[in-house]
């Protein structure tokens, strides 16, 4: 049932959404259908939808036990939502993810931390619940591990999200605001990973030899391993992101690392490898 161990760390993922479609040039403005093109025999039918050429991204967390705590890294979209950026993600209904939680085994009671790698909606969504018409956190008795830079950008845009997913958090003083290289023991702690966001980190994991990290959006679709420049047009700064994903995949090339990915296809865990003079993916 355990998606992957490493070491005594066990960890399982909780899927929100498969195969969520987004329209490729939309996406990455390099994303042509010709510039597609030489990858589609090899990204569909899983990353890119055959009939549509859409870009396909699974929407996840991650719930890890360590011997300590029980962890939850990213924490989807959420329901009832106000963000009307993407209609799939406004105002949902289901429930699907809560019930994916509880069928890992786990109550929300029972969480002890929750990190974001970014406060975006997919990863900061479940964050909270609306409960008689006031947003509450969904996991009373956790610490929200936030980076300090995150919060106070994604408080200067002053968007909704940020009141519905966040303010809720710091009102209730759950939340615990870190540097980008905070560790919270020797088994787990972050990266900066700047670039998507001011304050994007990614989370490592490590017990005993194994080691493995969760990227949060540093990389959306396995189609930046071929074309690692493409960088989403709204990325709080594409040209970091880029050099942020580069020296991610670099450090991490045909190492033993386990590479977490929240959008890829499932099982969306794998090693990169090398592959000409770029990446390749080998899932585990
Ligand atoms: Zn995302």
């Known amino acids: 049932m355990t998606t992957l161990q490493l070491g005594e760390i066990a960890i399982d993922r909780v899927v929100e959404m498969e195969k969520a479609p987004f329209v490729l040039p939309e996406f990455f403005h390099e994303a042509t259908p010709e510039a597609v093109a030489p990858y589609r025999a090899w990204l569909e039918p899983d990353a ?17 036990r360590t011997r300590h705590h029980t962890i939850l890294i990213d924490t989807c979209v959420g329901c009832r939502k106000s963000y009307d950026g993407i209609p799939a993600w406004q105002d949902r209904r289901d429930e699907t993810w809560l019930r994916n939680l509880a069928a890992a085994g786990v109550a929300p009671e029972a969480i002890d931390y929750v990190f974001c790698t970014h406060l975006h909606l997919d990863h900061a969504g479940w964050n909270t619940r609306l409960i008689d018409g006031r947003w509450v956190p969904t996991f009373p008795n956790a610490k929200y591990i936030f980076a300090r830079d995150e919060v106070a950008a994604a408080a200067e845009l002053g968007h909704l999200d940020f009141q519905e997913n966040v303010q809720p958090v710091l009102d209730a003083k759950q939340a615990v605001l870190v540097d980008t290289d905070y560790a919270l023991d020797d088994q787990v702690w972050l990266e900066p990973t700047l670039g998507h ?16 990290v969760v990227t949060g959006d540093l990389i959306h679709s396995p189609l930046q391993l071929v074309q690692p420049d493409w960088s989403p047009h709204f990325d709080y700064d594409i040209v970091q992101s ?7 995949l670099d450090a991490h090339c045909e190492t033993d690392t386990r590479i977490m990915t929240i959008h890829f296809p499932l099982p969306s865990i794998g090693h990169v490898v090398r592959d000409r003079d770029v990446y390749g993916f080998s899932y585990v």
């Open 48 to 64: 890119i939808d055959p009939v549509t050429g859409a870009m396909l991204l699974t929407v996840q967390s991650y719930l890890v």
């Open 197 to 212: 966001t001011a304050g994007h980190v990614a989370v490592h994991l490590k017990s005993g030899a194994s080691h493995g």
């Open 242 to 248: 880029r050099a942020t994903r580069r020296r991610f």
